[in-house]
């Protein structure tokens, strides 16, 4: 038997791996057409088989698992004054929310979300993102489009929402305020904009704020109009929930009347209320005389009646009252072009409706809808008829039975007209008109009382305090008349907010900021302590900037303390005699990453030289930052020859300075070790012992020498450090490296007409595994030695992992090349939460701050069925639609209210202490090990979970060509299976694309590794016994 031929079992296994295609293939494209609907995905919807009864599971476009969030936020660029926040009308910080998505810090982007938009979750959900923020997205102008924001917002806070952690007021605020704070404020109606509006009054303090609500459910129009299948009743009501953690107070089945049971405007003021905020919205439904008098029995709806009947029997914990869903059957026509006539459409489907026609008068360009919602009633087969309006009524036995429209036309001058030749009569069984609404109820109008009212029927108000003609009342939301969308009432309630807060502090004359100042929102991970002492030195957070182009100069690391930097190291400096110029160019991007343009690169390649400023610059500049930083860490980076009287004096001078330590370069891997400084001294052990007992002998500041990864072992060269009477060391600076040879052989970065080239120092995340080894090495080897670690930190995950092995504080560069130094926001807050959530033992399953993966398909759960019918099925051609079938019978069988709602409250609350950062410095450090160390008999192997699979068969080709031919590939399903021989070498797991589709299990029964041909039998093996 030939060895270097594979057996006949696995040549079946091989024979849908890929091979290099040695002729053209050809096949008729009859057959072609017949094979492409077995592997169709894109199936197009099926009238008469594919029925929504029941089904109202998430349908968004933008829903995104966390394998998904990852790739998106990783898309986006973060641009300088970034177009989508100027088009969001919360203003919220979405450079900034997705940079800290990117990152995996997801309590810091629902943190930022949340601080400008209390509302950040639900609208993540159903705002019009096409024509507000990503409708200013700059990647609009490349081939691969803008980024998905709102599926990016959702993700972040429904995170947050699992991570079920209270709201709290700002801890920077007074605990003891003034009087003027315990004035009785009173919103009316629980919708967007009063939940917006009372959390911030909350948060600026005011401890009496009571919402009034007239149904038994809170949420306004987000409850009873938009369905549970866009925005689910536990969201709204986890936003309320976090509204309550500061103390507002909601009042149910309290309706605003002027009969003297509810409250009114006037009944509010005799009450003691010193401010008062309507949004009620507008209750009433528009509508035409053509429908006048007709009823739901004779099956004509409005809007107004059919959404909150749907949303009463399909949102579990809404109300109490077992509603069911209207029963519709045949064909129904929404009367209608904007939001709520798509979710009437929609909604009908899911009622049994059998077909829906959603009719307008004017054409596809005038729809009122956004794209989003408009493309989801497409895929779901309503049909869209422009140009119509309806004339006519056709009843038969007293119901509705047919509609007739006339074609609308429009002439030369832009004007329209029926035109009554054309006439189209449909056949319908149910009518629902979708016209908008207004306030017509007397009863509310007379409660308004007396608020004076605009041409346009509504409370006269100035839009841009929302304050109305009674000083005292404001508005907000649809009967403010400014908002059109969910989130623009939400800024309604933040705006209100303000003006209400300058309002009733002017009543008792305090002063209060001309310019607008909300507080942000806290929790309390935002209490986490996250300093560290080392060396006598308190560091307000581990994070600093490194000796490297981000502190080129002073106004640099300025900026960078008081966007909140815990430290600072100079860029390195040298004797006037040693001063240098700097090539060009000389900073490039890594091949690392692969063909990627744009921020978010892996590595970058530096043939950057030291500081060009002098000496006397940098000592000046020390002396000014730590006069106006006092709490700041600066650190002053040195470089010299092997000459002491240079060490001395240098070393001597930066200490007068008032730097509060020092860090020796004794590592620049490039240009100074030609000069015999950097890499020169670095190297060479007995050189870094005696500049050290050199630099010891003439300051008595803290200092670190910096080391260089590029030595035989970096624990001999720290160890000379440590004898040196150095207080710690700096692991490490860049990695000697040639970054490119362009196709003509030049290098890149090429100097001057000869396109000379030198090893750079490499740098970014390329470099992180070799940096972590250097600095697990050095904590093994000199346990307690302070390690300032650099290296690929670009996140508070990677932060985190430098301080389990061994360093104190963490130094940064790359990661602010490709961003910048707002960074620090999400480092802190990052770390704040990872330390936080080890506190809780409801989070103790999660990784950092991901939480366990369910299982799913487009973001969204999926039913497990294959164990129903006892085989796996694909999610693609007739497979799709045996699941899809599957699912309609299950929905069918439902009673939507019998599920339990998600529970968003109680919180949380520790259950452990909360860990330090002294707590997690090696942590690691007892796991690393000797490979004689790892137990060779405790093994695991690969599980495939077949509900997540997206049947790429990446794992297949990679067990195959790179592996051990332990994956199955079934030709008709492309399913995978593992097979008993895997022998767990997590291959599989490396390149599949899906979050936990694959994971490693511990193996039934011992490991017997298959040796080829077999050991002799007196064979004595050398590997330490187990």
Same mark, same amino acid.
């Given at each position: 038997?030939?060895?270097?031929?594979?057996?006949?079992?696995?040549?079946?296994?091989?024979?849908?791996?890929?091979?290099?295609?040695?002729?053209?293939?050809?096949?008729?494209?009859?057959?072609?057409?017949?094979?492409? +609907?077995?592997?169709?995905?894109?199936?197009?919807?099926?009238?008469?088989? /594919? #029925?929504? *009864?029941?089904?109202?599971?998430?349908?968004?476009?933008? @829903?995104? #698992?966390?394998?998904?969030?990852?790739?998106?936020?990783?898309?986006?660029?973060?641009?300088?004054?970034?177009? &989508?926040?100027?088009?969001?009308?919360?203003?919220?910080?979405?450079?900034?929310?997705?940079?800290?998505?990117?990152?995996?810090?997801?309590?810091?982007?629902?943190?930022?979300?949340?601080?400008?938009?209390?509302?950040?979750?639900?609208?993540?959900?159903?705002?019009?993102?096409?024509?507000?923020?990503?409708?200013?997205?700059?990647?609009?102008?490349?081939?691969?489009?803008?980024?998905?924001?709102? !599926?990016?917002?959702?993700?972040?806070?429904?995170?947050? %929402?699992?991570? %079920?952690?209270?709201?709290?007021?700002?801890?920077?605020?007074?605990?003891?305020?003034?009087?003027?704070?315990?004035?009785?404020?009173?919103?009316?109606?629980?919708?967007?904009?009063?939940?917006? &509006?009372?959390?911030?009054?909350?948060?600026?303090?005011?401890?009496?704020?009571?919402?009034?609500? %007239?149904? !038994?459910?809170? !949420?306004?129009?987000?409850?009873?109009?938009?369905?549970?299948? $866009?925005?689910?009743?536990?969201?709204?009501?986890?936003?309320?929930?976090?509204?309550?953690?500061?103390?507002?107070?909601?009042?149910?089945?309290?309706?605003?009347? #002027?009969?003297?049971?509810?409250?009114?405007?006037?009944?509010?003021?005799?009450?003691?209320?010193?401010?008062?905020?309507?949004?009620?919205?507008?209750?009433?439904?528009?509508?035409?005389?053509?429908?006048?008098?007709?009823?739901?029995?004779?099956?004509?709806?409005?809007?107004?009646?059919?959404?909150?009947?749907?949303?009463?029997?399909?949102?579990?914990?809404?109300?109490?009252?077992?509603?069911?869903?209207?029963?519709?059957?045949?064909?129904?026509?929404?009367?209608?072009?904007?939001?709520?006539?798509?979710?009437?459409? *929609?909604?009908?489907?899911?009622?049994?409706?059998?077909?829906?026609?959603?009719?307008?008068?004017?054409?596809?360009?005038?729809?009122?809808?956004?794209?989003?919602?408009?493309?989801?009633?497409?895929?779901?087969?309503?049909?869209?008829?422009?140009?119509?309006?309806?004339?006519?009524?056709?009843?038969?036995?007293?119901?509705?039975?047919?509609?007739?429209?006339?074609?609308? @036309?429009? /002439?030369?001058?832009?004007?329209?007209?029926?035109? #009554? /030749?054309?006439?189209?009569?449909?056949?319908?069984?149910?009518?629902?008109?979708?016209?908008?609404?207004?306030?017509?109820?007397?009863?509310?109008? =007379?409660?308004?009382?007396?608020?004076?009212?605009?041409?346009?029927?509504?409370?006269?108000?100035?839009?841009?305090?929302? +304050?109305?003609?009674?000083?005292?009342?404001?508005?907000?939301?649809?009967?403010?008349?400014?908002?059109?969308?969910?989130?623009?009432?939400?800024?309604?309630?933040?705006?209100?907010?303000?003006?209400?807060?300058?309002?009733?502090?002017?009543?008792?004359?305090?002063?209060?900021?001309?310019?607008?100042?909300?507080?942000?929102?806290?929790?309390?991970?935002?209490?986490?302590?996250?300093?560290?002492?080392?060396?006598?030195?308190?560091?307000?957070?581990?994070?600093?900037?490194?000796?490297?182009?981000? =502190?080129?100069?002073?106004?640099?690391?300025?900026?960078?303390?008081?966007?909140?930097?815990?430290?600072?190291? =100079? %860029?390195?400096?040298?004797?006037?005699?040693?001063?240098?110029?700097?090539?060009?160019? $000389?900073?490039?991007?890594?091949?690392?990453?692969?063909?990627?343009?744009?921020?978010?690169?892996?590595?970058?390649?530096?043939?950057?030289l030291i500081s060009e400023k002098t000496c006397a610059y940098w000592c000046q500049i020390v002396t000014e930052l730590k006069r106006d930083f006092p709490d700041r860490i600066l650190i002053a980076s040195i470089m010299c020859g092997f000459n002491e009287e240079d060490w001395t004096l240098l070393a001597s001078q930066a200490e007068k300075a008032g730097a509060d330590a020092l860090e020796l370069n004794l590592s620049c891997p490039h240009g100074m070790g030609e000069r015999g400084m950097g890499l020169a001294c670095g190297q060479d052990a007995e050189m870094v012992r005696n500049i050290c007992l050199w630099v010891r002998a003439a300051v008595k500041i803290p200092f670190f020498a910096k080391l260089t990864p590029n030595v035989t072992s970096i624990a001999v060269i720290a160890r000379a450090a440590q004898e040196g009477k150095a207080d710690g060391v700096t692991a490490t600076n860049t990695v000697s490296g040639l970054m490119g040879l362009k196709a003509d052989a030049t290098p890149w970065p090429g100097v001057g007409k000869e396109k000379f080239t030198t090893y750079g120092g490499v740098s970014g995340n390329a470099i992180r595994p070799i940096a972590l080894r250097a600095v697990s090495t050095i904590a093994r080897e000199l346990p307690g030695f302070p390690i300032l670690a650099t290296g690929g930190i670009d996140s508070a995950e990677a932060g985190l992992q430098f301080l389990h092995a061994g360093a104190t504080v963490l130094q940064v560069c790359s990661a602010v090349q490709n961003q910048d130094f707002t960074l620090i926001e999400d480092y802190c807050t990052g770390l704040r939460t990872l330390l936080y959530l080890k506190s809780l033992d409801e989070c103790s399953d999660w990784d950092g701050q991901s939480p366990p993966t369910l299982r799913h398909q487009l973001g969204k759960p999926v039913l497990t069925i294959a164990d129903v019918i006892g085989q796996g099925v694909p999610n693609f051609g007739e497979g799709k639609k045996k699941r899809q079938e599957f699912i309609s019978e299950e929905k069918a069988r439902l009673n939507l209210l019998d599920a339990a709602p998600p529970s968003n409250r109680p919180v949380n609350v520790p259950k452990h202490p909360l860990p330090m950062i002294k707590d997690m410095i090696g942590k690691s450090l007892p796991m690393i090990s000797a490979y004689g160390d790892l137990d060779n008999k405790q093994q695991q192997v690969a599980v495939i979970d077949e509900e997540m699979c997206i049947n790429c068969g990446k794992c297949y080709m990679t067990c195959n060509d790179s592996g051990y031919q332990a994956i199955t590939f079934d030709p008709m399903t492309h399913l995978t299976k593992v097979t008993d021989d895997c022998t767990g070498c997590t291959l599989c797991v490396s390149v599949c694309p899906i979050i936990d589709c694959i994971r490693m299990v511990d193996r039934d029964g011992p490991y017997t590794p298959k040796r080829g041909i077999p050991l002799a039998k007196e064979t004595v093996s050398h590997m330490p016994a187990q």
């Open positions: 038997m030939s060895l270097s031929k594979d057996v006949p079992d696995i040549e079946s296994i091989l024979s849908l791996n890929p091979k290099v295609r040695k002729n053209a293939s050809l096949l008729p494209s009859s057959v072609t057409k017949l094979n492409k +609907q077995h592997w169709k995905r894109n199936l197009k919807p099926c009238v008469k088989c /594919d #029925s929504l *009864t029941n089904d109202f599971d998430d349908i968004k476009h933008t @829903t995104l #698992s966390e394998r998904g969030a990852l790739r998106e936020a990783a898309r986006c660029l973060k641009c300088a004054d970034a177009p &989508c926040q100027k088009s969001c009308p919360t203003q919220i910080d979405i450079k900034m929310f997705i940079q800290q998505i990117s990152n995996k810090n997801y309590y810091g982007a629902a943190k930022s979300i949340f601080s400008d938009n209390p509302l950040g979750l639900t609208c993540g959900m159903v705002c019009p993102t096409s024509d507000l923020c990503v409708g200013g997205c700059n990647l609009y102008a490349t081939e691969e489009g803008p980024i998905n924001i709102g !599926g990016l917002q959702q993700f972040a806070t429904e995170i947050f %929402k699992k991570m %079920k952690i209270p709201q709290i007021r700002d801890p920077n605020c007074p605990k003891e305020l003034p009087e003027s704070y315990q004035s009785k404020i009173a919103l009316i109606g629980c919708g967007p904009a009063s939940i917006s &509006c009372a959390s911030f009054l909350a948060r600026l303090g005011y401890s009496d704020v009571t919402i009034f609500e %007239k149904e !038994g459910y809170l !949420g306004g129009l987000s409850s009873a109009e938009i369905p549970q299948y $866009r925005l689910p009743y536990d969201v709204v009501e986890f936003e309320a929930d976090m509204m309550r953690d500061l103390g507002v107070k909601i009042e149910f089945n309290k309706k605003f009347e #002027s009969n003297g049971v509810g409250l009114s405007i006037q009944s509010a003021k005799a009450q003691g209320y010193e401010a008062l905020f309507l949004g009620i919205g507008l209750p009433q439904p528009k509508s035409i005389p053509l429908f006048a008098g007709l009823t739901e029995q004779q099956g004509y709806w409005t809007s107004k009646s059919f959404l909150p009947k749907v949303a009463a029997a399909s949102k579990p914990g809404m109300c109490a009252c077992k509603a069911q869903l209207p029963q519709m059957s045949g064909n129904v026509i929404v009367l209608g072009s904007g939001d709520t006539a798509f979710d009437c459409a *929609t909604s009908s489907l899911r009622c049994g409706a059998k077909r829906v026609s959603v009719v307008f008068r004017r054409g596809f360009t005038d729809i009122r809808a956004v794209p989003e919602e408009m493309e989801l009633a497409r895929e779901e087969a309503c049909e869209l008829l422009p140009f119509l309006a309806p004339s006519k009524v056709i009843k038969k036995d007293g119901r509705i039975s047919a509609l007739e429209f006339v074609k609308q @036309t429009q /002439d030369d001058d832009g004007s329209w007209h029926d035109d #009554s /030749d054309q006439i189209v009569r449909l056949k319908c069984s149910y009518v629902i008109s979708a016209f908008g609404s207004h306030l017509y109820d007397e009863d509310v109008i =007379t409660a308004l009382h007396p608020l004076q009212f605009n041409s346009n029927g509504l409370p006269d108000v100035d839009t841009l305090t929302l +304050q109305s003609s009674e000083p005292w009342v404001f508005c907000g939301g649809d009967i403010a008349g400014v908002a059109q969308t969910t989130v623009e009432s939400v800024n309604d309630g933040k705006t209100a907010a303000w003006h209400m807060h300058k309002y009733l502090q002017s009543l008792h004359g305090l002063p209060v900021l001309a310019e607008p100042a909300l507080p942000n929102f806290f929790t309390p991970i935002d209490l986490v302590d996250i300093g560290v002492e080392m060396c006598g030195l308190k560091f307000p957070n581990p994070f600093g900037l490194a000796s490297a182009p981000p =502190t080129t100069a002073a106004p640099m690391i300025r900026r960078a303390f008081e966007a909140g930097w815990g430290f600072a190291l =100079t %860029k390195t400096f040298v004797l006037d005699k040693d001063i240098v110029t700097n090539v060009s160019p $000389r900073i490039v991007k890594g091949t690392t990453s692969g063909y990627l343009y744009g921020p978010g690169q892996g590595s970058f390649l530096n043939i950057e």
